[in-house]
């Protein structure tokens, strides 16, 4: 079965130090992953994707996400967090056995907490 | 560049009056389109998807359906609202190449009393 976990319902980090908000997954073919940020009362914005190619993947405000296929995993990093990263980040895989349809497979989402 | 809007942006209906919200997408042809519901803040549940005019699919049997009039017009109904429909409603678009990453509109926040 294809899924995406986020084994942490909360991450707290004190700005200026790194964040990362971890994400595994399982699919059954080639692995296509997406991180999204939501503010408050918000729609989700697209941060960044891997598809293929470099590991290290770079995206919206500053933040940038490793891909490693042996250990399934598509976390998210930044080197200095800010007061305003603060909101839920969620983790997606394309679901596979959906030819076109382009349905994702979202995790529950991680609350980031960044105190001043 | 491409555009989502959803509207109205909040709402508050009685158990069991009629539901209508719309999502409209600028800026390109052909989107797969989604309805999503999100309870509590937290994940997202996936209701229905559409690939193109009048194609709908539905993930969840319950008390909404979906329509595509055009195409890039995506429409989310019920005819009875129940306590349990109360949530945030997302919509977002995708295109039909290869990236599969999915834009989303601002959400309806949908309060039934």
């Known amino acids: 079965a294809q899924s995406v976990a986020q084994p942490e319902d909360q991450v707290n980090v004190a700005e200026g130090n790194p964040l990362t908000v971890k994400c595994t997954y399982s699919v059954s073919g080639n692995p296509y992953l997406f991180w999204y940020v939501q503010y408050p009362n918000r729609g989700l914005q697209f941060l960044l994707k891997y598809i293929t190619g470099d590991n290290l993947v770079k995206g919206s405000y500053g933040f940038e996400a490793e891909f490693n296929k042996s250990q399934t995993s598509f976390h998210l990093k930044k080197p200095s967090a800010l007061v305003s990263d603060s909101a839920l980040y969620f983790c997606a895989v394309r679901s596979y056995g959906s030819s076109n349809t382009g349905k994702l497979i979202f995790g529950q989402g991680t609350t980031l907490q960044v105190k001043p | ?113």
């Open chain 2, 1 to 113: 560049s491409q555009t989502i809007h959803q509207w109205p942006a909040t709402l508050v209906q009685p158990v069991g009056s009629p539901l209508s919200l719309e999502c409209t997408v600028e800026g390109t042809s052909n989107p797969n389109l989604y309805w999503y519901r999100q309870a509590a803040g937290r994940g997202l549940q996936l209701l229905f998807y559409s690939v193109g005019i009048g194609q709908i699919s539905s993930e969840v049997p319950q008390n909404l359906s979906a329509s595509r009039p055009q195409d890039r017009q995506f429409i989310l109904s019920s005819k009875k609202l129940l306590l349990s429909d109360s949530g945030f409603y997302l919509c977002a678009w995708s295109g039909d190449g290869y990236s599969y990453e999915q834009y989303f509109g601002p959400g309806t926040r949908l309060t039934v009393t």
